[in-house]
């Protein structure tokens, strides 16, 4: 990975996070609804005739919507497995630098805060903090975990794109 793409992953985690909380929200209603959907059933009299193996048509249809439903949480949860896969590698980077690396990070890039409030935080001179800040990100892109991560997300964005 460059340098940029580092950056935009940082940039992206809060939006990472929101997602994966808008999409594990969206599950759960589209399983309450499939569960209500699954008690949907037509009348049956016992003394009606049977027939030759004729089908319940509300039966079938609210299947079908369940069905439906049930492809679209696929879908969400291949989108949510790309976003953890993601998230975590993101989370994996911090564990790696030292704590006052990590602080200037999530300040700038978790928290928005401009180089003058990082500089307080931390206790360094604002330039200081910005080199600290462009040898943590030329670091991250050239180790080993962001070539590695690089074709797993390509994977990942490939698998995807077939479903």
């Not at 997602?19 to 959907?37: M, Y």
């Not at 003394?47 to 299947?63: H, V």
């Not at 949480?73 to 993101?90: G, P, S």
């Not at 180790?143 to 995807?160: H, I, P, Y």
Request: glycine share 2%.
């Amino acid at each position: 990975m460059t340098a940029i793409e580092i950056k935009n992953l940082l940039k992206s985690y809060n939006t990472f996070c929101g997602e994966i909380h808008h999409l594990n929200q969206e599950i759960l209603e589209l399983s309450e609804v499939a569960a209500s959907h699954r008690e949907l059933s037509a009348i049956t009299y016992s003394d009606m005739p049977k027939g030759n193996q004729i089908s319940d048509p509300t039966y079938e249809k609210a299947q079908k919507i369940i069905d439906l439903y049930m492809k679209q949480v696929q879908r969400i949860e291949l989108r949510l497995e790309a976003l953890f896969l993601k998230k975590n590698y993101v989370e994996s980077l911090l564990d790696q630098l030292p704590d006052i690396e990590t602080e200037i990070i999530k300040l700038r890039y978790f928290k928005k805060y401009k180089w003058e409030m990082i500089s307080n935080v931390v206790c360094y001179s604002r330039r200081q903090c910005i080199n600290i800040h462009d040898k943590i990100v030329e670091d991250l892109a050239n180790s080993e975990n962001s070539r590695q991560f690089n074709a797993d997300t390509l994977l990942t964005n490939a698998q995807f794109k077939i479903i």
